[in-house]
């Protein structure tokens, strides 16, 4: 009886270690699909991740842009394409194709202090005058050149009721300039032709610059625009300006803070097709723009016509022909010391 027992045990125990191995086996083929239905899982998933990692890419994006301009108007916008674009919603619309919601602007009453708001990234892009974004960028600033909507910007040198009738008359004077902007370099380009080289450069903004001309206090200004030919108006006397001299012409500068172009490089080739469609609406509403160029300038249609003709809107990012103003000012500037270091404009240009 106990042998058979014993061999009943035997038997019951290898069946038992069978089952047992079974048992093991199916788990291990169950957690190998289920491995395997996980890696197909994964797989798909990463799929779908990078689908996301795009999405990602353009959540990057930030849906502000913080965009900064010359001047202060009611109706807060610049002149030019890129303000009609912005006037009219153009550009917004093209962003918006792209995550950017919303556009914020400032208005500056000069390029440094604009070019301080692009360092301190309180500003993603401006639009200024090229001497300030020049010396900016020479002084270190991390901003790449995006495009120059024109070529053409004319400062006017105006002297005080009874004093100086010609620029070599500012011998030993006092002449207001708005330090670092393209006035600043057209100014002391003009004195050096004319071999002038006793005077006094005293910094104030256009403002504070009228009012002391109107005072006596200073013995010239330099201005530009409407406001230039206001001032000729009055009969302040019309020393000189940039339209005699064409190397002196100043630039605009549209530069975009390397930060921002990290978050989408992408950028420049966005903002300068928006802004070519916004020159195409312009140029379909020539009256219309001009009586904004009034509305903003506080001015006459035909006096911003005067002043700023669309034929001066360059309709590409560069022209050759502003590039070459572009490298003058420039060599102009670090021969003078006005920017800390010499480069090369193709590094700082980002087509």
Not at 78 to 85: F, N
Not at 135 to 144: D, F, H, L, M, V
Not at 176 to 190: C, E, N
Not at 207 to 223: E, M, Q, S
Request: aromatic share 6%.
């Amino acid at each position: 009886m106990k042998q058979v027992y014993k061999e009943k045990e035997v038997k019951h125990s290898k069946k038992l270690r069978l089952a047992i191995l079974t048992t093991i086996m199916m788990l291990m083929l169950v957690l190998q699909a289920c491995n395997n239905t996980e890696g197909n899982g994964a797989s798909a998933s990463g799929g779908a991740n990078t689908g996301k990692a795009g999405e990602e890419s353009t959540s990057n994006v930030p849906p502000v842009l913080n965009y900064g301009f010359i001047g202060s108007n009611k109706l807060n916008v610049p002149g030019g394409a890129e303000g009609w674009g912005l006037y009219k919603g153009i550009i917004q619309e093209e962003l918006k194709k792209h995550g950017i919601t919303e556009v914020k602007l400032t208005g500056f009453p000069n390029g440094p202090d604009q070019t301080e708001s692009l360092i301190s990234g309180r500003l993603d892009i401006g639009s200024l005058g090229d001497t300030p974004a020049i010396i900016a960028y020479a002084s270190g600033a991390k901003t790449r050149l995006i495009s120059q909507s024109s070529t053409n910007s004319i400062g006017y040198l105006i002297g005080k009721k009874d004093g100086p009738k010609t620029v070599k008359d500012l011998e030993g004077k006092t002449i207001a300039i708005q330090k670092g902007s393209f006035m600043h370099r057209y100014v002391v380009g003009l004195l050096q032709e004319e071999g002038v080289t006793d005077y006094k450069l005293v910094h104030m903004l256009i403002p504070d610059a009228t009012a002391a001309l109107a005072r006596g206090d200073v013995d010239a200004t330099t201005n530009l625009g409407v406001p230039a030919l206001k001032l000729l108006d009055q009969g302040y006397t019309h020393l000189d300006d940039a339209s005699k001299h064409p190397n002196l012409l100043g630039t605009s500068a549209t530069v975009v803070s390397e930060d921002y172009l990290t978050k989408f490089p992408d950028f420049p080739k966005v903002w300068n097709e928006a802004r070519e469609k916004a020159l195409a609406d312009l140029k379909q509403h020539e009256d219309e723009y001009y009586q904004f160029l009034a509305e903003i300038g506080d001015t006459t249609p035909e006096l911003a016509k005067q002043v700023n003709p669309i034929s001066d809107i360059k309709d590409t990012a560069f022209t050759d022909e502003g590039i070459k103003l572009l490298e003058g000012t420039k060599n102009f500037l670090y021969e003078e010391k006005l920017a800390k270091k010499d480069f090369n404009i193709s590094d700082w240009q980002l087509k």
